[in-house]
């Protein structure tokens, strides 16, 4: 059974970069799929910030591309989140998530990481 | 961006139909699929996938959950809601770069 969970810092400080990790067993990130980085932030706004494909193309959200990188290392399975100079408006649960290909829904998420920005 | 709007929440008595509506700024079909997708989400817990395309029934969800709707008009329907329903709702789209409604908190009348 596929698994994904996030990991990485709770608090980061303004101005920072904000930095997850993404484990996936019981799949091979290579194999298939685009795995992608979603935030749910105070008050229920959803936010899909990009993913990174099975090739390692990657494709993010206009209104964060020049602050998002997502990466990946192939030989731990695992995905990553850089956000770069984050402020108070960052702050959000950050999920990992597995995307169907260009039809795009997500069936497979973890369990999600609260990350709080603030000094 | 495409714009997903939902009403806030829904108030439904246990063994009725709820009725959950979508939508979008835009159209969501294309070539024939409907690009509108529903997840339920319980507090502290991740979204759970429930309808992709429109209409199809995700694995191990329960025949009770239902979508329908084309362009920028959908709903989810629950028939008959069972105590378990009760929860927040999000529809999502991606005939663009994916975007989620506001979600709709299903309550107990």
């Known amino acids: 059974e596929i698994q994904l969970q996030e990991s990485g810092p709770g608090l980061v400080k303004p101005s920072q970069s904000l930095s997850l990790t993404c484990s996936v067993t019981g799949y091979t990130i290579t194999s298939g799929y685009d795995w992608s980085w979603i935030r749910k932030f105070p008050g229920n706004k959803m936010e899909w910030m990009g993913y990174i494909s099975n090739s390692g193309s990657t494709n993010y959200n206009p209104s964060l591309k020049i602050r998002i990188s997502i990466t990946r290392d192939t030989s731990k399975n695992q995905f990553f989140l850089q956000l770069n100079s984050v402020t108070t408006e960052d702050t959000a649960t950050y999920y990992c998530?597995?995307?169907?290909?260009?039809?795009?829904?997500?069936?497979?998420w973890g369990q999600g990481t609260l990350v709080t920005v603030s000094s | 961006d495409i714009v997903l709007t939902q009403s806030p929440a829904l108030a439904v008595s246990l063994e009725q139909r709820a009725t959950i509506s979508c939508k979008t700024s835009?159209?969501?079909?294309?070539?024939?699929?409907?690009?509108m997708h529903w997840y339920q989400q319980k507090p502290g817990q991740q979204p759970k996938l429930l309808i992709y395309?429109?209409?199809n029934l995700a694995s191990g969800i329960p025949a009770r959950f239902s979508g329908s709707g084309s362009g920028t008009d959908f709903t989810l329907t629950i028939d008959p809601v069972e105590a378990d329903d009760i929860a927040t709702y999000y529809c999502?789209?991606?005939?663009?770069?994916?975007?989620f409604g506001a979600g709709t908190k299903l309550e107990l009348k």
């Open positions: 395309e429109g209409s």
């Open positions: 999502q789209q991606s005939k663009d770069y994916p975007t």
């Open positions: 835009q159209n969501v079909d294309n070539y024939g699929i409907s690009y």
């Open positions: 998530a597995r995307g169907y290909y260009s039809s795009y829904w997500f069936a497979y």
